[in-house]
């Protein structure tokens, strides 16, 4: 019988390959998310559900960036603070990636990320205490699959991965890369 990891690998060769990066202050929200995304069919990679005990985590998640079809960062005040998202970018551009960035506040996106087409959860997630020393109180009830804005942004996330292979497409702001 096949590894636990072996079984991972070839199930994640069907249909486009997506790589999840993220800080973990937003797990929660991600996780809802990446669920979501894989109700399309595509193979995610995301750390927690994807590493084993025992793997080399740096060089595992190295490889499924490399090996991924489009690499989507879930952008925030975390994610923004976070020295493992910025690795984890920096190789995505470095290697050429699809790029989607999902915006979940109003921290802006580097020049560097800010040139791909975004998709805006903003709306979907609204802060009700702001403390610097922690993540803040979030409502998460636009997850829930009646929610109007979240039904629009899970369509706008799977049209957008399901085409991980194609082109250039118009930014949120009407350019075009």
């Known amino acids: 019988m096949p590894r636990r990891s072996q079984r991972k690998k070839r199930r994640a060769t069907t249909g486009p390959r997506l790589f999840i990066s993220y800080s973990r202050e937003d797990d929660f929200i991600v996780g809802t998310m990446a669920e979501m995304i894989r109700l399309g069919g595509p193979a995610v990679f995301r750390d927690t559900d994807s590493l084993s005990p025992g793997d ?6 190295s490889k499924a ?13 975390h994610a923004q603070a976070s020295k493992s998202v910025r ?8 290697e050429k990636k699809r790029i989607v960035p999902v915006l979940l506040d109003e921290t802006p996106l580097p020049d560097q990320l800010g040139r791909y087409q975004w998709i805006d959860c903003r709306s979907l997630i609204a802060e009700t205490s702001h403390n610097d020393q922690g993540p803040p109180v979030v409502i998460r009830r636009a997850f829930e699959p009646t ?3 979240g039904l ?11 085409r991980a292979d194609s082109g250039p497409t118009a930014r949120s702001d009407g350019a075009t890369d």
């Open 152 to 162: 629009q942004a899970r369509q706008e996330l799977w049209a957008i991965l399901s």
């Open 147 to 149: 929610h109007l804005a």
């Open 87 to 94: 690795a984890e970018w920096e190789q995505a551009l470095d």
């Open 65 to 77: 960036i490399s090996e991924c079809d489009a690499f989507v960062i879930f952008w925030c005040r």
């Open 56 to 61: 080399e985590w740096q060089p595992t998640i």
